[in-house]
Nanobody, 125 residues
Framework: QVQLVESGGGSVQSGGSLSLSCRVF??????????MGWFRQVPGKEREGVAS???????TYADSVKGRFTISQDYAKNTLYLQMNMLKPEDTAMYYC?????????????????WGQGTQVTVSS
């Protein structure tokens, strides 16, 4: 069983920064074999991949966030992070932590194995 708990969302002005965290509760095999990622969703639109971090350390980013967002994780703290800099109003969304196998930003949301409950990020102009 895998449980993901996000924190760190909030409101910020355009150009500002926020850091999201995702605490991962999982058995040892899952923890070290799963790929991790962040997705986001706005009302009326499909959930989209933002960033992913494979179990081999490979990262992928959506074109819209490249150079501004950084995904990382601390295995000792069982926590996944998303550092978001130079935020734009179009980054406003509910952000979800995701975990699974063969997960990248191109993964169809229905194929993701585990989801967190989401944390809201709002960027004002």
């Amino acid at each position: 069983q895998v449980q993901l708990v996000e924190s760190g969302g909030g409101s910020v002005q355009s150009g500002g920064s926020l850091s999201l965290s995702c605490r991962v509760f999982a058995d040892i095999y899952s923890r070290y074999s799963m790929d991790m990622g962040w997705f986001r969703q706005v009302p009326g639109k499909e959930r989209e991949g933002v960033a992913s971090l494979g179990s081999d350390g490979t990262t992928t980013y959506a074109d819209s966030v490249k150079g501004r967002f950084t995904i990382s994780q601390d295995y000792a703290k069982n926590t996944l992070y998303l550092q978001m800099n130079m935020l734009k109003p179009e980054d406003t969304a509910m952000y979800y932590c995701a975990a699974g196998w063969s997960l990248t930003v191109k993964t169809v949301p229905s194929s993701v194995n585990y989801w967190g409950q989401g944390t809201q990020v709002t960027v004002s102009s």
